[in-house]
């Protein structure tokens, strides 16, 4: 069985190709996850991609992780830089988590340079729109090869 991938969309990115275009770009939410679908084919891994605009749904989905997924590939959106209890989740889970934002947040508001999620992340990547997914799948798929 291919080892499965967890990657984690947080609030507002259901509007992503929607929303402030010029800061998170045309592309939707649907084409992150079909081109992550077909990079994890190339790579022999499986991805399960999902979005909520709800904390505790996030924090239940990670704790569903521990034991089912190999690693998790998370944007965490604004609960990057305000949840504790999402950085608690991630800490509980044994396998390699990557933190992906869209936007270079550095280059952003004061609020966007803090992320209570890079204390757990053992990468992060940023800036990189949504190619940052893919980046991020290629680093977890490398870190949990057998
Ligand atoms: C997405 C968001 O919704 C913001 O709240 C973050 C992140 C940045 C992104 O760049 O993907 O600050």
């Known amino acids: 069985m291919p080892r499965k991938i967890l990657v ?20 939707t939410l649907a084409d992150v996850d ?4 077909t990079l994890a084919a190339e790579l022999g891994v ?3 991609f999902r979005q909520s605009n709800h904390e505790g749904q996030l924090i ?3 704790h569903e992780a521990r034991g089912s997924a ?3 590939v998370i944007n965490p959106a604004a609960y990057t830089h305000t949840s504790v209890a999402l950085l608690d989740a991630l800490s509980a889970f044994d396998g390699p988590v ?9 280059k952003r508001e ?3 340079h803090h992320s209570f999620v890079s204390l757990r992340a053992d990468g992060v990547i940023a800036g ?3 190619e940052g997914y893919l980046l991020a799948l290629r680093r977890v798929a490398s870190l949990t090869r057998g």
């Open 98 to 106: 990557i933190e992906v934002h869209i936007s270079n947040v550095h």
């Open 8 to 27: 984690l969309n947080g609030p507002n990115l259901n509007l992503l190709g929607q929303r402030q275009p010029e800061v998170y770009g045309r592309e």
């Open 60 to 62: 239940d989905w990670i």
């Open 128 to 130: 990189c729109g949504t």
């Open 70 to 72: 190999s690693g998790i």
């Open 34 to 37: 079909r081109a992550c679908t």
């Open 110 to 112: 004061d609020f966007r």
């Open 46 to 48: 499986e991805v399960d």
